[in-house]
């Protein structure tokens, strides 16, 4: 089943200038795992801190898959732009709705 995951970023102010060139290069491997259908990155019209990164999955076993990866050897460095621990929060596609 599908899986769309939410991924909520909220930048330290001084590192909002090179946030989109740290997420590009995060997001092409990203893109690039097995399984990733697609990613797209909202930024907050009155908060350019603010980020959400919205990937959709083939399966909830890719996804895991990826946070694995990105827990150990694809390991971005991500977490010292941040101002906020990121929240993830995952979503089943649901047919029956």
Same mark, same amino acid.
């Given at each position: 089943?599908?899986?769309?995951?939410?991924?909520?970023?909220?930048?330290?102010?001084?590192?909002?200038?090179?946030?989109?060139?740290?997420?590009?290069?995060?997001?092409?491997?990203?893109?690039?795992?097995? +399984?990733?259908? +697609?990613?797209? &990155?909202?930024?907050?019209?009155?908060?350019?801190?603010? &980020?959400?990164? &919205?990937?959709?999955?083939?399966?909830?076993?890719?996804?895991?898959?990826?946070?694995?990866?990105?827990? +150990?050897?694809?390991?971005?460095?991500?977490?010292?732009?941040?101002?906020?621990?990121?929240?993830?929060?995952?979503?089943?596609?649901?047919?029956?709705?």
């Amino acid at each position: 089943m599908p899986i769309t995951a939410h991924f909520d970023l909220n930048f330290k102010t001084e590192a909002v200038s090179t946030a989109a060139a740290v997420l590009r290069d995060i997001l092409s491997a990203t893109r690039a795992f097995d +399984g990733c259908l +697609g990613v797209d &990155v909202l930024v907050d019209s009155t908060d350019p801190a603010h &980020v959400l990164v &919205v990937e959709q999955w083939a399966s909830l076993e890719h996804d895991e898959a990826y946070r694995t990866w990105r827990a +150990g050897d694809g390991a971005s460095g991500l977490g010292e732009l941040l101002a906020a621990p990121p929240v993830l929060t995952r979503f089943e596609t649901s047919f029956k709705i």
